[in-house]
């Protein structure tokens, strides 16, 4: 049998705190019953003290009779003391008791060696009397009392406990059917879990994991999706790389392999770039929070474009920083160097010969918290009724020659989202070609801690 933990188990948690509850308040009830007891049996006592005090103090007595006093009443826990005006004991009942051979005339408390005295005294013209009582009969009294009132509580103690046990295995049986409806469920069972018959209190944990499968499966379907748009946009360049082969095999000249070992070169060039491309995507599909820095934007920028001098050169595009302002972004750094990357390839490789790209940095003129990122260029554009759509994967414009693989945009809208910044698409200042405007939340100044 699995032994319960009361770090783990949430119904020995519940039954220790409300049994422990319980025996807690009936603690406390008896202590303020015992107390309550006391309080009245002292005023009860006090009452019937001073009563015979007066009672004996109105009787002529006649010492050498027997006393009224029933001293042989083993029930009888009151001791007289009388004495005349010039203070001579003439009577003590019982006379074992150990009193002080004093009194003081009305209420009062003395300690003696046998304990604590309750004491009431008063005076007549002839003798003075002191009727007195042991304070342990009185708490006697009292514990008793206050057990005769607890009494009916302690016997039901048991079946309050058993209750407790009911009700607390009651109210975690919507926990438990969760459970084992979650346990019962299929690898690939989905389905949001029901959350009828269930408490209020268990409601947030059940919309929680509805929350938690409905992102698994959009997961799952951004997941195949990409998988089955991949082994789409793979068959065609693979396709081209077999003719290819095939093409370069049946070559008979130098010439005609040449050319063959050309085109075939520029495939894989492609279907490498594709696979790259692919493999950027999906390193921006939702995962674990990566681990975040602040860095300068500005700075980042320059790195990536004097990376990508070299194609622009090639293709005859005169490439550079136009403005670059201090300022520090947080987040995955080579992820926003990818979006850079992307942003500057696109526009470098569908601008003409001769044309121009630029990158500037800055602070928003609108929002100065904001750190914005702007890619120009004077080729073609896009048109404003296909500016959605770039965005899609493996989407490319009709009659586009240019090579590519339809996701550059794709990627730097996802990792934008990640990021928590704003792309925007619009026309260059000389209003042909494309810019593109990336916004993010800045952080400060470049000489900021």
């Known amino acids: 049998m699995k032994a319960i933990s009361l770090r783990t188990s949430l119904r020995a948690r519940l039954l220790v705190w409300l049994l422990g ?19 009245e049996a002292d005023a009860f006592f006090d ?16 010492y050498q009779f027997p ?4 001293p042989n009443d083993v029930a009888y826990d009151f001791v007289v003391q009388i004495w005349t005006i010039d203070g001579r004991r003439i009577y003590i009942g019982p006379e074992q008791a150990v009193l002080p051979n004093s009194t003081a005339i009305g209420y009062s408390t003395v300690n003696t060696v046998g304990g604590q005295w309750r004491v009431y005294g008063t005076v007549s013209p002839t003798k003075v009397v002191q009727v007195a009582q042991p304070m342990s009969a009185r708490r006697q ?22 209750l407790v046990w009911f009700a607390v295995g009651r109210a975690l049986q919507p926990l438990q059917r969760l459970a084992k409806a979650v346990k019962a469920r299929r690898v690939n069972a989905l389905e949001p879990l029901s959350d009828e018959r ?21 997961a799952l379907d951004r997941e195949r999706a990409f998988m089955a748009d991949a082994a789409h946009e793979l068959r065609t360049p693979l396709t081209a790389l077999h003719l290819q082969l095939g093409t370069l095999a049946r070559a008979g000249t130098e010439a005609e392999r040449g050319e063959a070992m050309g085109k075939l070169s520029e495939g894989v060039q492609r279907a490498i770039r594709l696979v790259e491309q692919m493999l950027a995507l999906a390193r921006q599909e939702p995962r674990a929070e990566p681990a975040r820095t602040r860095f300068a934007l500005d ?25 670059a302002q201090s300022v520090l972004v ?29 990158v500037s940095v800055e602070r928003s003129a609108a929002t100065p918290s904001q750190a914005v990122i702007k890619v120009m260029d004077n080729g073609p554009g896009i048109a404003p009724e296909e500016r959605a ?54 952080t400060g100044a470049a000489g900021e801690q």
Not at 67 to 70: A, C, E, G, N, Q
Not at 198 to 218: F, I, K, Q, Y
């Open 21 to 39: 509850g319980v025996v807690l308040v009936g603690v406390a009830g008896g202590l303020v019953v015992y107390r309550n007891a006391l309080a």
């Open 299 to 323: 700075e980042l920028a320059r790195e990536v474009v004097a990376e990508l001098v070299p194609l622009a050169d090639a293709r005859q595009i005169d490439l550079g920083i136009s403005e």
């Open 198 to 218: 269930l408490p209020e209190e268990v409601g947030p944990l059940v919309s929680a994991l509805n929350d938690l499968l409905g992102r698994l499966t959009a």
């Open 141 to 162: 009294q009292a514990a008793q009392l206050a057990l005769r009132t607890l009494a009916p509580f302690a016997l039901l103690m048991p079946l309050l406990g058993l």
């Open 330 to 358: 947080r987040g995955e750094r080579e992820a926003v160097a990818t979006l850079i990357r992307n942003l500057v390839d696109n526009s470098v490789r569908y601008t003409p010969a001769g044309g121009r790209v630029d």
């Open 67 to 70: 006393t009224p006093i029933p």
């Open 389 to 442: 759509r770039v965005f899609d994967r493996f989407y490319r414009r009709p009659g586009t020659r240019s090579p590519g693989s339809g996701l550059g945009l794709a990627i730097v809208r996802a990792i934008a989202a990640a990021h928590g910044a704003a792309v925007e698409l619009g026309e260059s200042a000389a209003g042909r070609g494309l810019a593109v405007t990336v916004s993010f939340p800045a």
């Open 47 to 62: 009452y019937h003290l001073k009563e015979t005090a007066l009672f004996l103090r109105d009787q002529p007595v006649e």
